[in-house]
């Protein structure tokens, strides 16, 4: 078995599935941009980008069968490529989110915003850099990033919650806002979501490096 | 389940004139289970097998200390009959090596050695043991030519039988399929998964795949130490000592 050239390969996928979590990251921070500025042709893209981070997907999969047939890893490199195996499905559910949240970028073109979107964009920034993080404890086998890095779930559930009850009370006291509130629902529902994603891929980090199973 | 230990090897250490081969072996070997030795070429995983049925006892300058304890009866106790252990404790080579003999005198030679004359249990012994070796079907017809012209899977079996006919407790394997094709290496692998529910299996082996395929326990070796010994799924996902992941890893060695 030529070592070499399996660390070679292994650093190819690294690469590609950085290249994954950027685009991912990417798709999450502009859905909320569109979603701000109300710029359907940005969400568009996203949803025509969507695809590439698909293709990707299919790709990286592609190589870990091929490393796992050829190379046969064991121990930690065969926990890594299992585990890659699980990170791009998390990075592809999650850009599933972003388009969720352009399409209703989309849907809303023509309204005007029941409120000024405040919680909805920190939320956001702090999911997509839960993201960054998680892939950069990936990257540099960091334990403690991996640890810290879950513990932001916490605040964007706050948040989460935080929304409901506002938008609740909107829908309240007016039966026609309940339209708008219920898709701000959705998103605010979609990046609690990509947090949780996130939170797969600090996981996966631990048990890499660890072989152990845990969770927050 | 409680685990029933059929050999304990307890601060083993041997000598070779001034060298150190085995440093304080410990390890327990778990009854009706395969236990695969890993580790590096000139770790000592062949001279531990052979310590075992006390091979190393014709090699000069060889020193040996410590306990090697077979159903709690130590086998380097002054009294202990080595014919009576190599009988309990059989091994198959690397290469296989039948004797330039009949098919039928390769299996029955051990058995005649331990007093068997009757034919007609004779005949039985060889027919079970080449049975059990997943051999029968394929020389049933041809018992009385040489085992030499057999392929060397199916020579490897032969051994495997030969070995079987003394009826064995233990079987020590070093490497025994590493002269094989695919084919004959999965045939006397699907073997051994057989023999396991009869006897204790020791297999050395260079194959971390086949060590993963055929193993119940897996203890590595290095540099006439055992690092570490645990169940194969273990050593194979999430082993204890860095040194076996890099072991493993192919990291080193």
Known sequence: MSRIQFSKELEKLHAELLKMGAMTEEAILNSIQSLKEQDIQLAEEIIERDALIDNLELEIEDKCIKLIATQQPLAIDLREICSILRLITNLERMADHAVNIAEITIKLANEKYIKPLIDIPRMADLAANMVKKALDAFIQKDIQLAKDTWHLDEEIDEIHQQIHRELLTYMMEDPKKITQSTYFLFISSHLERIADYAENVCEKVVYIQTGAYQMK | ?253
């Open chain 2, 1 to 253: 389940m409680t685990k029933d230990i059929k050999i304990r090897v307890r601060n083993l250490n041997l000598f070779y004139g001034h060298f150190q081969a085995l440093v304080d072996m410990n390890i327990d070997i778990v009854q009706n289970k395969v236990t695969a030795l890993i580790g590096p070429s000139g770790c000592g995983k062949s001279t531990f097998l052979r310590t075992l049925n006390r091979l190393n006892d014709l090699i000069q300058d060889v020193k040996i200390e410590g306990k090697v304890l077979l159903d709690g009866k130590n086998i380097y106790d002054d009294a202990y009959d080595p014919i009576e252990l190599r009988k309990r404790v059989g091994m198959v080579f690397q290469k296989p090596n039948p004797f330039p003999k009949t098919i039928y005198e390769n299996v029955a030679y051990g058995p005649r050695i331990h007093g068997i004359k009757e034919k007609a249990k004779l005949d039985e012994i060889v027919e079970k043991s080449l049975r059990r070796a997943a051999l029968w079907d394929e020389v049933r017809h041809k018992l009385d030519k040489p085992a030499l012209g057999l392929s060397g899977g199916q020579q490897q079996r032969l051994c495997i039988a030969r070995c079987l006919a003394v009826e064995p407790e233990v079987i020590l394997m070093d490497e025994p399929t590493s002269a094989l094709d695919p084919i004959s290496t999965s045939k006397v692998e699907d073997l051994i998964g057989e023999l396991k529910k009869d006897y204790t299996i020791i297999i050395v082996t260079h194959n971390m795949q086949q060590a993963g395929r055929v193993s119940d326990y897996t203890s590595f070796f290095l540099n006439g130490e055992i690092i570490e010994t645990d169940l194969t799924s273990n050593i194979f996902s999430k082993p204890a000592d860095k040194r076996t992941e890099d072991y493993i890893t192919g990291r080193f060695g």
